[in-house]
């Protein structure tokens, strides 16, 4: 694999841009701040990479496509943190609600870095809370005061059980609906490094699609695309399923559907 994790990470455009793309105004990371949805409820999809242009293609009048610096494709680099015996991997796994992850991510279009905790709550709603870092900071940002004080508020797991666990890259495409209600991001060329193992692995022919929205709003432009494509709802978390494909001893019986309903969809690109 040519894929370089750690300072600089893989290469941003990977993939070249989707045509549809061209056709779709752009927004602004100003006027994105309106549609932030924070607290949110989310409905992901996976399909193969070489849906994507189709799916734009039948949306592409009805959303915002969000660029930075005159760019659709923004690229992240992501590092996870848990305990010795991966208890938040294993909560996942195991279908316990009320559960969190830890990571920092470098958002490497704008420059950024935050260390963020996502809760999931018995209702499988979804909230986001970070404080930002240096990007210098990346990969020791558990020896910082600020983020040690952060991750004692917010969580019940003491620093000193913390490490890093799993790396990952990918480039974004960020859309948002015309009534600025709605939020869709698209990734894609998403690789992992295994820090534990030093194992790798690649589903960067994989698309993984997140329609963020309120409560209770009806069917969007885009789940209605998604229908006509027969892409269907099926939940994923990168954290998990990177671990899964990298760690041979974490437990992973209830995620062998997914790796191998990925494992079909990665092979499958033409």
Same mark, same amino acid.
């Given at each position: 694999?040519?894929?370089?994790?750690?300072?600089?990470?893989?290469?941003?455009?990977?993939?070249?841009?989707?045509?549809?793309?061209?056709?779709?105004?752009?927004?602004?990371?100003?006027?994105?701040?309106?549609?932030?949805?924070?607290?949110?409820?989310?409905?992901?999809?996976?399909?193969?990479?070489?849906?994507?242009?189709?799916?734009?293609?039948?949306?592409?009048?009805?959303?915002?496509?969000?660029?930075?610096?005159?760019?659709?494709?923004?690229?992240?680099?992501?590092? +996870?943190?848990? #305990? @010795?015996?991966?208890?938040?991997?294993?909560?996942?796994?195991? /279908? %316990?609600?009320?559960?969190? *992850?830890? =990571?920092?991510?470098? +958002?490497?279009? #704008? @420059?950024?870095?935050?260390?963020?905790?996502?809760?999931?709550? /018995? %209702?499988?709603?979804?909230? *986001?809370? =970070?404080?930002?870092?240096?990007?210098?900071?990346?990969?020791?940002?558990?020896?910082?005061?600020?983020?040690?004080?952060?991750?004692?508020?917010?969580?019940?797991?003491?620093?000193?059980?913390?490490?890093?666990?799993?790396?990952?890259?990918?480039?974004?495409?960020?859309?948002?609906?015309?009534?600025?209600?709605?939020?869709?991001?698209?990734?894609?060329?998403?690789?992992?490094?295994?820090?534990?193992?030093?194992?790798?692995?690649?589903?960067?022919?994989?698309?993984?699609?997140?329609?963020?929205?309120?409560?209770?709003?009806?069917?969007?432009?885009?789940?209605?695309?998604?229908?006509?494509?027969?892409?269907?709802?099926?939940?994923?978390?990168?954290?998990?399923?990177?671990?899964?494909?990298?760690?041979?001893?974490?437990?992973?019986?209830?995620?062998?559907?997914?790796?191998?309903?990925?494992?079909?969809?990665?092979?499958?690109?033409?």
């Amino acid at each position: 694999m040519d894929t370089t994790f750690g300072h600089g990470g893989t290469d941003a455009g990977y993939f070249a841009p989707p045509s549809a793309l061209d056709r779709m105004a752009p927004i602004g990371l100003d006027d994105m701040k309106a549609v932030r949805l924070m607290n949110r409820v989310d409905q992901k999809y996976m399909a193969s990479a070489d849906m994507l242009e189709a799916l734009l293609s039948r949306i592409d009048a009805d959303y915002y496509v969000q660029h930075i610096d005159g760019n659709p494709l923004a690229p992240y680099r992501t590092l +996870y943190f848990d #305990t @010795d015996d991966l208890r938040m991997y294993t909560m996942h796994h195991n /279908n %316990k609600l009320n559960r969190q *992850k830890l =990571r920092v991510r470098t +958002y490497r279009s #704008t @420059d950024t870095t935050f260390f963020e905790i996502k809760n999931k709550d /018995n %209702k499988r709603k979804t909230r *986001k809370v =970070r404080i930002p870092i240096d990007v210098s900071l990346f990969d020791s940002c558990l020896e910082v005061p600020e983020v040690s004080a952060f991750v004692n508020s917010n969580t019940p797991y003491p620093v000193a059980t913390l490490h890093p666990c799993l790396e990952n890259s990918f480039e974004r495409i960020t859309l948002v609906d015309k009534g600025m209600s709605e939020r869709i991001t698209i990734d894609r060329g998403i690789r992992f490094h295994n820090r534990a193992t030093n194992i790798d692995a690649d589903i960067s022919t994989l698309l993984v699609i997140e329609v963020k929205h309120e409560v209770g709003a009806p069917m969007s432009h885009i789940e209605k695309a998604l229908h006509e494509l027969h892409i269907l709802p099926r939940r994923m978390s990168k954290y998990c399923i990177g671990t899964a494909l990298t760690d041979p001893a974490a437990k992973h019986n209830r995620f062998k559907p997914k790796l191998l309903y990925i494992d079909k969809i990665t092979h499958q690109v033409h």
